[in-house]
Nanobody, 117 residues
Framework: QVQLVESGGGLVQAGGSLRLSCAAS????????MGWHRQAPGKQRELVAT???????NYAGSVKGRFSISRDNAKNTVYLQMDSLKPEDTAVYYC???????????WGQGTQVTVSS
């Protein structure tokens, strides 16, 4: 079991930056994949970025070059640095953990990100 708590969301103007944090209740060093997902009103949840326990990263095409995911195993925390934000980035952002490479088993409660034009 692992509990995940996101923070860092808020309201920002287009072109601005935010850094989201995801604090885990236990060590994440053995968790295969940590990921950030988002869901905008009326849309399906989509994968934004992932990072493996070996540090490999992957990004959705819509955020590549603007977002950066990282993990600090010593602090049991995963981060999502979001730069050059656009109004279409507005969504609830969720942190998730996949202990193996099979599926995401644990989810945080989400944090709202709103980008104004």
């Amino acid at each position: 079991q692992v509990q995940l708590v996101e923070s860092g969301g808020g309201l920002v103007q287009a072109g601005g930056s935010l850094r989201l944090s995801c604090a885990a209740s236990r060590s994440i060093s053995s968790i295969a994949i940590m990921g950030w997902h988002r869901q905008a009103p009326g849309k399906q949840r989509e994968l934004v970025a992932t990072i493996t326990n070996r540090g490999g990263t992957n990004y959705a095409g819509s955020v590549k070059g603007r977002f950066s995911i990282s993990r600090d195993n010593a602090k049991n925390t995963v981060y999502l640095q979001m730069d050059s934000l656009k109004p279409e980035d507005t969504a609830v952002y969720y942190c998730a953990a996949a202990p193996t490479f099979v599926r995401y088993e644990y989810w945080g409660q989400g944090t709202q990100v709103t980008v104004s034009s």
